[in-house]
């Protein structure tokens, strides 16, 4: 089942900010927020993760609602090369049992010049 | 550091013949995942080792599919007899600590079944 829902699809200017919504409304507390891509061809990649607080690495920066029932990744200056297929997932983390992956159909992000 | 690493990256095969895809998991990690992608059905989880032994097989899709995990550093996913509907591309994917932690995609296998 389902556990998210995000936008088909989206385009982005390069150099621009991309903004990319995911709804979780049924989140459980002990859920957390997981975001990987898929560029043409290649293996998923892990971007970030969260519980309840902002996260940000060097690829990205995930922004989390206080009712957790919603977040959004954003990549601060999008360039080509971040065309790809997000994913946004919620499960349980640090458990060595409990819900898989599942990474649903995710959003297009087209990256454009 | 050397990812996950999978072979072949690409087979054509006829339908009836045995395929067998190989998987070199990220050195450390204890646990290990097959998937399978298509366009139908996205990404699909086939089967999750930890320590090397199956935990969660449930997304096997019949008993031509079969995966073993000898040692901790090499998997197999076998197909046989292979069928046009196996078509799709299988990853395979390592963590350290099972299903909760963060998990590492190699760059998976194009199988094409004719």
């Known amino acids: 089942d389902a556990k998210t829902t995000q936008p088909p699809s989206m385009d982005c200017a390069e150099g621009r900010a991309a903004n990319l919504p995911c709804n979780h409304s049924?989140?459980?507390?002990?859920?957390?927020v997981y975001w990987y891509r898929q560029i043409h061809s290649q293996g998923p990649q892990y971007i970030i993760h969260g519980l309840k607080n902002n996260e940000t690495n060097e690829m990205a920066s995930l922004i989390i609602t206080e009712d957790r029932k919603s977040s959004t990744l954003i990549l601060p200056h999008a360039t080509l090369r971040d065309t790809a297929v997000y994913y946004c997932?919620?499960?349980?983390?640090?458990?060595?049992?409990?819900?898989?992956?599942?990474f649903g159909t995710g959003t297009s992000l087209t990256v454009i010049p | 550091d050397a990812g996950v690493i999978q072979s072949p990256r690409h087979e054509v095969t006829e339908m009836g013949q045995e395929v067998t895809l190989r998987c070199k998991p990220i050195?450390?990690?204890?646990?290990l995942f097959w998937y399978r992608q298509t366009m139908m059905r996205g990404l699909e989880l086939l089967i999750y080792?930890?320590?090397?032994?199956?935990?969660?097989d449930s997304g096997m899709p019949e008993d031509r599919f079969s995966a073993k995990m000898p040692n901790a550093s090499f998997s197999t996913l076998k197909i046989q007899p292979s069928e046009p509907r196996d078509s799709a591309v299988y990853f395979c994917?390592?963590?350290?600590?099972?299903?909760?932690?963060?998990?590492?995609f190699g760059e998976g296998s194009w199988l094409t079944v004719v």
């Open positions: 050195s450390g990690h204890n646990s």
């Open positions: 049924t989140i459980s507390g002990n859920e957390y």
């Open positions: 080792f930890n320590n090397n032994v199956p935990i969660d």
């Open positions: 994917a390592s963590s350290l600590g099972g299903y909760g932690n963060t998990i590492y």
């Open positions: 997932i919620v499960r349980v983390a640090y458990s060595n049992t409990g819900n898989q992956f599942y």
